[in-house]
């Protein structure tokens, strides 16, 4: 079945680059997602990309995919502490009739003042 | 605020109780699902109901029952429960089929069952 592998942690000072990995390894995976979970709280969409493309950015945001090597990556610039979060790799392939998405593990992030 | 909200938020019973969480969406969504999420395991879809289909992952015991009586509501029915299923349980909505397939989560109903 499929997979999604993410580090399980990342701590990172204030104001730096934050790059949160993921692998997958379905590769008829169409949509690739990245949610984050605050703690007491569900998931949250931060921001998917087709399998078309190689980068969407958006404000803070930039993702990475690298189609042929499964690798995805969220590149969070200028962390701020509000951003200490789970942060959870997701993909769906297009065959899946409701949407069903195969989640990693999250990466807790943790931003250092 | 996501649209998708859940009731109760927080949940203790007994192994002998019966009880019920609540899921409900505001945005128009005809696929809702059922999530597991447990401390050090990844997030388990347990079940999804949407216009086209209902699955269950046949790994979910049968002391969950879910019920959705319309494309708003979703229900998860609860009895004879273990101590090993006290988990953060998650309701999501989306679009359904054919879309881009991103699904807005609830807050969660944090069960403990002693």
């Known amino acids: 079945g499929e997979d999604v592998e993410q580090s399980l942690f990342l701590s990172v000072r204030e104001g730096d680059s934050s790059v949160i990995n993921c692998t997958y390894t379905?590769?008829?995976?169409?949509?690739l997602y990245w949610y984050k979970q605050e703690p007491g709280a569900g998931l949250q969409l931060l921001t998917y990309?087709?399998?078309?493309?190689d980068m969407k950015q958006d404000q803070r945001l930039t993702v990475l995919l690298n189609k042929k090597d499964k690798h995805l990556s969220l590149r969070i610039a200028d962390t701020q502490t509000g951003d200490s979060a789970i942060y959870f790799c997701?993909?769906?392939?297009?065959?899946?009739?409701?949407?069903?998405?195969?989640f990693g593990d999250g990466t807790t992030l943790t931003v250092k003042p | 605020e996501t649209g998708v909200t859940q009731t109760p938020r927080h949940l203790v019973m007994g192994m002998t109780n019966k009880k019920s969480l609540k899921c409900e969406q505001h945005l128009g969504h005809n696929a809702m699902y059922w999530y597991k999420q447990s401390a050090k395991k990844p997030l388990e879809l347990m079940f999804v109901?949407?216009?086209?289909?209902?699955?269950e992952n046949n790994s979910v015991p049968s002391r969950f029952s879910p019920e959705c009586p319309n494309s708003s509501h979703l229900f998860l029915h609860l009895h004879t429960l273990q101590p090993e299923d006290s988990a953060l349980y998650l309701c999501?909505?989306?679009?359904?089929?054919?879309?881009?397939?991103?699904?807005?989560f609830g807050e969660g109903s944090r069960l403990t069952v002693l």
């Open positions: 379905d590769s008829s995976s169409t949509y």
């Open positions: 997701a993909e769906s392939s297009e065959w899946s009739n409701a949407g069903k998405s195969t």
């Open positions: 990309i087709f399998s078309n493309m």
């Open positions: 999501a909505s989306s679009r359904g089929s054919r879309n881009t397939g991103e699904l807005f």
């Open positions: 109901y949407s216009l086209e289909e209902r699955v």
